[in-house]
Every structure is written in C-alpha cells, then in structure tokens.
C-alpha cells in the first residue's frame, strides 16, 4: 500500500511539474510572438514612411517663359528670409535705352562673394513692394561663360510675384524697391542663385550669375 501511495505522488508530482513547464513553454511562445508583431509594425511603419517621403512631388517653376533658354527654379530651395545685403555694382554694364534689350558685360576677374546691385535706369512711380505682381524683361549672363546664356527680350515679358518663391531668392530680394521704367543690374552669387546644382545651358555649379532687368509693370 505504501508503496502504491507513493509511485502515486511521484505520478502527481511528475504532472505537476510537467504542466508548469508546458505553462513556461507556452509563455515563452506568446513572448516570442509578441516581439515578431512588434518588430513587424516598426518596419511596417517605417517603410510606410519611407515611401511617403520619396513619393512627396518637387514643385517646380519656369524663370522665364519661351525664353530661348529655359531656367527652372524649384519653389522654396533657395528663398530664405534672411535679410540680404547688396554692394553696389563694382562694374555695371553699359545703362543702355529702356526698352531695347541691354548689352551686358560680366566683370572681369573672379566673381565676387557677396550680391551686387545698382540701378542703370531709375524708373518713376511707387517703388516696388514684396507680393506686387511685377512684368520684367531680363538678360542673364554667368561667370562660369562669360557671354550671355539667356534673354527674354527674345521671347516675351515675364510676370511673377515678388517675394513669393516663384523666382530664384536673388530676384525676391533685388528686385524690391524697383520702379517702373527701371533697369537694375543684379549680381547673384551661387547662394542666391542655384547653388551647387548645375542648371545645363550655360549655368554651371555653384556659378555666379549677372542679369540686368527691366521693370515693364507693377500689378
């Protein structure tokens, strides 16, 4: 008898103890689980966000429509709020006749480091202010081939307004304060041009640009 009682402890506590390690190995199994849902949405989420990111479209706008050369200028790339200072011009293009297309030389020697401007032409009337609608013709010329790359006097005016990202910062910045029936020379270095993006048709990296704008309306 006695030993019947005990092979039956022995059977109880065999159970017992088979049961506690069943009930580990299940643990152990949720656990498991639970890290591979997790690490499943971590990734799931993270290349949700990945690809939303690569997917979001670049804005972009024309600097000169049906000009012979066309520039382009993704919005908001280099408009900055910083206030800009503009030397004057240490060798201006020839003033020329508002409303013939300017002669425009780039200065001779390295392009300088901070933005130049100077009024060849001062127009009349108000002066122009950030988010006017302004018409120009322009000629622009670069550094980087000393000649001229792009006019739209070959083409037709350009409108945009000013100060709202549709132009290189150059513009938003150097065109205020301009009047009607003005010609101002603009010299741009890369910063407020296109930077270190290499924009083909004359334009290289990092290149410092010469335009001379005409101020045709302000709207």
Do not use: C
């Amino acid at each position: 008898m006695a030993t019947a009682k005990r092979e039956r402890q022995k059977a109880a506590r065999r159970q017992k103890i088979e049961a506690q390690q069943r009930a580990a190995k299940r643990r152990k199994t949720i656990q498991r689980s639970s890290i591979v849902v997790v690490v499943a949405i971590v990734i799931i989420v993270s290349a949700a966000l990945l690809f939303r990111g690569k997917s979001t479209p670049t804005t972009t706008t024309t600097l000169a429509a049906g000009a012979a050369t066309t520039t382009t200028l993704a919005v908001g790339t280099t408009t900055t709020t910083a206030p800009v200072h503009f030397a004057p011009v240490a060798s201006p293009s020839p003033a020329g006749t508002f409303g013939k297309a300017p002669t425009v030389i780039v200065p001779a020697g390295n392009p300088p480091t901070t933005p130049e401007l100077t009024d060849l032409i001062v127009g009349n009337g108000q002066p122009a202010k950030i988010g006017q609608k302004l018409t120009v013709q322009y000629v622009l010329a670069t550094y980087s081939t000393r000649k001229v790359i792009q006019s739209s006097w070959t083409a037709q005016p350009y409108t945009f307004t000013l100060g709202a990202g549709q132009v290189i910062t150059g513009w938003d910045k150097g065109l205020v304060g301009m009047r009607v029936g003005g010609r101002r020379e603009l010299i741009l270095p890369p910063s407020l041009g296109y930077g270190s993006v290499a924009r083909g048709g004359g334009i290289a990296a990092n290149d410092t640009l010469v335009f001379v704008v005409d101020l045709l309306k302000i709207s």
